[in-house]
């Protein structure tokens, strides 16, 4: 089966990213403009920023299902090019710096805290002892409550706007280069490792910069129905940034989320880096944050629980016992 990409701005994966099988099946493809495709980029990027369509003249989106380990990914990736396009054009500082900075509720600030709280006492050292790499921060979420507990902060970021506001949080920006000859007791990434073309090799830099007994946290979108929607061709002309509330299909979102993992294929990509499963301690994460509202607070105290046991569940904890 053969499908189009235009070579001046996309990549085509002929293999899976994560266990490189060649033995894959597609579960979605229709051409990036053409609706729905088409509709749901547009709807997704109209109030982040300057979205050109042009970019994606002569590529189709081809979602796809890897036969041996389980991973969706998108077959069409952009190129370094696109890459910044996406994330400094189309999604553009200034128009989402807002909605940032309306997410830092007490209630997400309090969740955050607890769970650095909970990482920090796996490791075992004093707070300002630890080191740890936020790769992605984005609008440094989480590494501004890592950098106020004490810890030293480094943070890895594409958009230069992003890493001049994490500077004024305590984070000290490096170079991923850099990043890569360097130690750290705590890895942090938060929704990262779907954005990238090849995850693989990302994961395993990162696990090589863990000191002894270092700590790699993973959280990416958990697959939820994305096979079975994208299977029976039910792809939204809407994306749910824009509609508000959530998409099956969001885990394999278009142009970003070019990987969507299943538990067996992180694990497997932990397995090959030497590094082996773990847990936060389930009483910690149950004792902060809970408020009297009865949902919240049943999440709250299923979390845990869900993260350990869970199927596909989106949240990996890994340690480097070397």
């Given at each position: 089966?053969?499908?189009?990409?235009?070579?001046?701005?996309?990549?085509?994966?002929?293999?899976?990213?994560?266990?490189?099988?060649?033995?894959?099946?597609?579960?979605?493809?229709?051409?990036?403009?053409?609706?729905?495709?088409?509709?749901?980029?547009?709807?997704?990027?109209?109030?982040?920023?300057?979205?050109?369509?042009?970019?994606?003249?002569?590529?189709?989106?081809?979602?796809?299902?890897?036969?041996?380990?389980?991973?969706?990914?998108?077959?069409?990736?952009?190129?370094?090019?696109?890459?910044?396009?996406?994330?400094?054009?189309?999604?553009?500082?200034?128009?989402?710096?807002?909605?940032?900075?309306?997410?830092?509720?007490?209630?997400?600030?309090?969740?955050?805290?607890?769970?650095?709280?909970?990482?920090?006492?796996?490791?075992?050292?004093?707070?300002?002892?630890?080191?740890?790499?936020?790769?992605?921060?984005?609008?440094?979420?989480?590494?501004?409550?890592?950098?106020?507990?004490?810890?030293?902060?480094?943070?890895?970021?594409?958009?230069?706007?992003?890493?001049?506001?994490?500077?004024?949080?305590?984070?000290?920006?490096?170079?991923?280069?850099?990043?890569?000859?360097?130690?750290?007791?705590?890895?942090?990434?938060?929704?990262?490792?779907?954005?990238?073309?090849?995850?693989?090799?990302?994961?395993?830099?990162?696990?090589?910069?863990?000191?002894?007994?270092?700590?790699?946290?993973?959280?990416?979108?958990?697959?939820?129905?994305?096979?079975?929607?994208?299977?029976?061709?039910?792809?939204?002309?809407?994306?749910?940034?824009?509609?508000?509330?959530?998409?099956?299909?969001?885990?394999?979102?278009?142009?970003?989320?070019?990987?969507?993992?299943?538990?067996?294929?992180?694990?497997?990509?932990?397995?090959?880096?030497?590094?082996?499963?773990?847990?936060?301690?389930?009483?910690?994460?149950?004792?902060?944050?809970?408020?009297?509202n009865p949902i919240r607070m049943t999440k709250e105290l299923m979390r845990p629980f869900y993260r350990r046991y869970g199927t596909d569940r989106g949240y990996y904890l890994f340690r480097c016992d070397s």
């Amino acid at each position: 089966m053969t499908f189009n990409y235009n070579i001046d701005h996309f990549q085509e994966r002929t293999e899976c990213p994560v266990c490189n099988s060649s033995e894959f099946d597609v579960l979605y493809a229709n051409s990036m403009t053409r609706n729905p495709v088409l509709s749901y980029l547009e709807s997704q990027y109209r109030n982040q920023g300057d979205f050109d369509q042009d970019y994606l003249t002569g590529t189709d989106y081809v979602a796809c299902e890897c036969s041996k380990c389980g991973l969706m990914f998108q077959k069409m990736v952009p190129d370094g090019d696109l890459m910044g396009a996406i994330y400094n054009q189309f999604i553009q500082h200034e128009k989402t710096l807002a909605r940032a900075k309306k997410s830092l509720s007490a209630e997400r600030f309090i969740y955050r805290t607890n769970e650095l709280v909970s990482l920090t006492t796996l490791c075992d050292k004093q707070l300002c002892d630890i080191k740890l790499l936020d790769f992605g921060f984005g609008y440094a979420g989480w590494a501004r409550i890592a950098s106020a507990l004490g810890c030293e902060v480094y943070g890895v970021e594409i958009s230069p706007k992003k890493k001049e506001y994490a500077a004024g949080l305590g984070v000290i920006n490096i170079s991923e280069e850099d990043a890569f000859n360097m130690k750290f007791d705590i890895v942090h990434t938060e929704q990262v490792l779907e954005h990238v073309g090849n995850p693989k090799q990302l994961f395993a830099n990162l696990a090589k910069t863990l000191t002894p007994g270092g700590l790699f946290k993973v959280a990416v979108p958990a697959p939820a129905k994305t096979r079975q929607t994208l299977a029976a061709g039910q792809f939204p002309a809407q994306s749910e940034f824009d509609a508000g509330g959530e998409s099956d299909i969001a885990p394999l979102m278009p142009l970003e989320h070019l990987n969507c993992f299943t538990t067996q294929s992180i694990n497997r990509l932990a397995r090959e880096a030497g590094l082996s499963p773990t847990h936060l301690p389930s009483v910690r994460l149950v004792d902060f944050g809970t408020r009297l509202n009865p949902i919240r607070m049943t999440k709250e105290l299923m979390r845990p629980f869900y993260r350990r046991y869970g199927t596909d569940r989106g949240y990996y904890l890994f340690r480097c016992d070397s």
